[in-house]
């Protein structure tokens, strides 16, 4: 690990929004004019302020959403999908701005070119693609066929490590289809999402079809998927979380899907290319400072290369440079103080256990870091398949290696957590390729690649734990639609 100093600095930008959410195409505090404080993760320093939203607030925005609904279900899916596309490219003009907004209530650095515009504009352009099917029927007088409809007012909860592409994805699919939406983004960053709201509008959404109400998740975030107006909830998140989002939405028989953790596991076999496969999966594991659902944790090594690859994954580990969002390092600080705390319990947890910390394992030292939350990238070996370091989301930059013996121990290995989110096979061999895509539990499988990387337009969601419905895919929109079957016959004719 390479130390880079903090030298703080501010973003000045007419997208940010201090002291508002967005209600009804109106920027106003909380109900009850109270504010949460938005801190800089590298060095504690007040960002911004934002209301504190509660059950209140998210009845107003339900209303406005209620309000905007009737125009925008009925106005043509080409129309809809014209403005999403307006949205994207004035994302595009502003992408400097977004990107560095959200860099700095992260913490992370730069990731190169803004994906966002990207992202929408893959939504965009299914906005018209929503169909129905023709259905056979039993006489040539009938006519059967399938009608794709909207939800009405739905709700999403998005996390804070990656809050621009996640409001994108949840908000641009939601209303592609036609429904309107309350958003409740992490008040952790809210502050991307704020933005890109306010994009939206000069874009010429119309007011009420996005309405973002911000606040701890207790209280504006529990009401979401508690409001009995609201049809549909889409929660990216833990599973604990994840558990009461589906518990609430039960009790109003609330259809929704889930993006919950993941325990990813980087499968690596004798043959694999490690001047590839070790960059990668010291980039996977420090992307964001570890804090990414599908980050892989968990290398599952054969036995054969395990001293060679640990050797390698040390060296490649000791040049992440760490430092905050404004410097050219490849990793910043975590989150917050409860973050930070909890991976560096999850290192002392692994120590305790008797894993081995072969490089970082703490805070690094000097006065530019004492008042961020940084950690070092940390890496374990000797880590048994059953230890909590191996089974357990940390969301940090921590890497566990469990050596094993043959692919049959690996797919155990690799499938033995209750997570089933991501996975990744690093080896030169087609069969034991397409062996392991095919045996491995896992919502995504990336061969040669870490994190799912290089496929436009995957479905992203998990099996076991990390939930279930799918996001990003062709298939989005319709996540967002109900089917409705029609059968007619003509009113003339006689009934046989």
């Keep these: ?41 590298a060095n504690r320093q007040l ?35 014209r403005l999403l596309f307006r949205w994207a490219d004035l994302i595009e003009q502003r992408a400097a701005e977004i990107d560095q907004i959200e860099r700095q209530e992260v913490g992370r650095p730069s990731w190169g070119p803004l994906g966002t515009p990207g992202q929408l504009r893959f939504i965009a352009g299914q906005a018209d693609k929503v169909q129905g099917v023709s259905l056979p029927t039993y006489s040539p007088e009938t006519l059967g066929f399938t009608l794709r409809e ?7 909860i998005i996390p804070w490590n990656a809050p ?29 999402p704020l933005a890109l709201a306010k994009l939206a509008l000069e874009a010429g959404i119309p007011a009420g079809v996005i309405n973002v109400v911000t606040g701890y998740g207790h209280e504006a975030g529990a009401a979401v998927p508690a409001h009995p107006r609201i049809r549909r909830m889409g929660f990216t998140g833990s599973p604990q979380t994840g558990a009461l989002v589906m518990e609430a939405c039960a009790r109003n028989l609330t259809p929704l899907h889930l993006e919950l953790g993941g325990k990813s596991p980087q499968v690596v076999f004798a043959d694999a290319n490690l001047d590839a496969a070790v960059p990668a999966m010291v980039s996977g594991i420090t992307l964001n400072t570890g804090q990414v659902c599908a980050a892989g944790s968990r290398v599952v090594v054969m036995r054969s290369i395990h001293a060679e690859l640990v050797d390698r994954l040390a060296a490649q580990m000791e040049k992440v440079t760490v430092g905050p969002w404004h410097q050219p390092v490849n990793m910043g600080p975590l989150i917050n103080q409860k973050q930070h705390e909890r991976v560096l319990e999850y290192i002392e947890i692994g120590r305790a256990a008797g894993a081995d910390v072969v490089t970082g394992g703490g805070v690094p030292q000097g006065s530019d870091y004492g008042n961020g939350f940084f950690v070092q990238p940390t ?39 209750d997570y089933g989110l991501v996975a990744s096979v690093w080896t030169r061999d087609v069969g034991t390729a397409v062996r392991m895509s095919r045996r491995l539990q896992a919502g995504q499988v990336g061969i040669n690649n870490a994190l799912g990387a290089g496929v436009i337009g995957g479905p992203f969601g998990g099996f076991k734990s990390s939930g279930f419905g799918r996001t990003m895919g062709a298939d989005s929109v319709l996540e967002w639609t109900q089917v409705k079957t029609v059968s007619m016959r003509d009113a003339a004719l006689p009934r046989r």
């Design 1 to 41: 690990m390479t130390i880079a100093s903090d030298n703080p600095s501010t973003i000045q930008s007419d997208l940010l929004v201090d002291g508002a959410q967005l209600i009804g195409g109106e920027w106003v505090p909380a109900a009850s004019g109270e504010t949460i404080d938005v801190l800089n993760p």
């Design 379 to 417: 890496l374990f070996d000797k880590v048994d398949p059953g230890m909590r370091i191996a089974r357990e989301e940390i969301f940090g930059p921590v890497l566990s290696v469990i050596p094993v013996d043959d692919e049959a121990e690996a797919i155990e290995v690799a499938n033995g957590t």
């Design 150 to 156: 909207p939800y009405g007012v739905v709700g999403g």
């Design 47 to 81: 960002l911004a302020r934002i209301p504190r939203g509660t059950a209140e607030d998210v009845e107003l925005a339900v209303q406005a959403a209620e309000k905007a609904l009737p125009a925008w279900r009925d106005l043509d899916a080409t129309s809809r999908g």
């Design 164 to 192: 621009g592409p996640m409001f994108v994805t949840e908000v641009g699919a939601a209303i592609a289809a036609g429904n309107t939406m309350v958003m409740k983004p992490a008040e952790d960053a809210p502050l991307t």
